[in-house]
């Protein structure tokens, strides 16, 4: 499972032509990396604290690259779309439609009366047991 997340299939001209395959793999292995010990010695990895650390600053070097890029390509269109109607509500709209709920309220669960108390299980058979049983045999 481990390989496959590492170096999953890719079209040839993919894995040759640009660089999807080791932007890939350098990713997954920083995410590999960052997985609790326990985790990793569960899939056979190494448990070396050296190798937190070299994925926490891979984690760190790949973020600070990532932000500089240009905010066009880093934000989808959706999420452009809306900051742009956050930054025009004004502190007197309402970010609940009028006729909504005012106020939920919580009620206590109801208590059950005498009659629908459940019945006492301690002296059922389970039900895969109850099928099979039959009349007790006289030596018993």
Excluded: N
Excluded at 2 to 24: H, K, N
Excluded at 76 to 105: C, F, K, S, Y
């Amino acid at each position: 499972m481990i390989a496959f997340i590492l170096r999953p299939p890719m079209p040839w001209w993919v894995s040759r032509t640009t660089p999807a395959r080791p932007a890939w793999s350098a990713l997954s292995a920083i995410a590999v990396g960052m997985l609790p010990g326990w985790v990793r010695r569960l899939y056979g990895l190494s448990d070396a604290p050296a190798l937190a650390t070299a994925a926490c600053l891979g984690a760190r070097a790949t973020r600070t690259a990532l932000l500089a890029l240009p905010r066009r390509l880093r934000q989808v269109p959706e999420l452009r779309d809306a900051m742009a109607r956050l930054a025009r509500t004004g502190p007197g709209d309402r970010m609940i439609p009028q006729g909504g709920p005012r106020h939920l309220t919580m009620t206590p669960p109801r208590q059950r009366t005498e009659k629908e108390q459940p019945p006492d299980r301690a002296c059922r058979l389970p039900i895969h047991l109850a099928a099979v049983a039959g009349p007790a045999s006289p030596g018993r």
